[in-house]
């Protein structure tokens, strides 16, 4: 059963922007707080964003100012809005839920690539 569908990645110049989108299983998203991670190659997964069911947002130092988490509830979507992208942003970004993750939950969509190039 796929509990999270990511899309929304690509490939854009340093300075460019991207918006991701997060189609998460209801069961899931409605009672969660949500957020995005990111994995760059060779490195371990971070999470860079979150967002409670409420809308309250946190952030990783290294986004703040650029990256914007949202959710609509009545779709079970979350999204980043990303600007002002640094080639340090490149990664393969997921969405999970903290909490359930913490907790030792282990399943993961396919994710969405984000090349920024110099």
């Known amino acids: 059963q796929v509990q999270f569908v990511e899309s929304g990645g690509g490939l854009v110049q340093a300075g460019g922007s991207l918006r991701l989108s997060c189609v998460a299983e209801?069961?899931?998203?409605?009672?969660?707080?949500m957020g995005w991670y990111r994995q760059a190659p060779g490195k371990q997964r971070e999470l860079v964003a979150s967002?409670?069911?409420?809308?309250?947002?946190n952030y990783v130092d290294s986004v703040k100012g650029r990256f914007t988490v949202s959710r609509d509830n009545t779709k079970n979507t979350m999204f980043l809005q990303m600007n002002t992208l640094k080639p340090e942003d490149t990664a393969d970004y997921y969405c999970?839920?903290?909490?359930?993750?913490?907790?030792?939950?282990?399943?993961w969509g396919q994710g969405t690539q984000v090349i920024v190039s110099s």
């Open positions: 999970n839920a903290p909490r359930m993750i913490s907790g030792g939950f282990n399943s």
């Open positions: 209801r069961g899931i998203f409605s009672f969660n707080t």
């Open positions: 967002i409670s069911t409420t809308g309250s947002t």
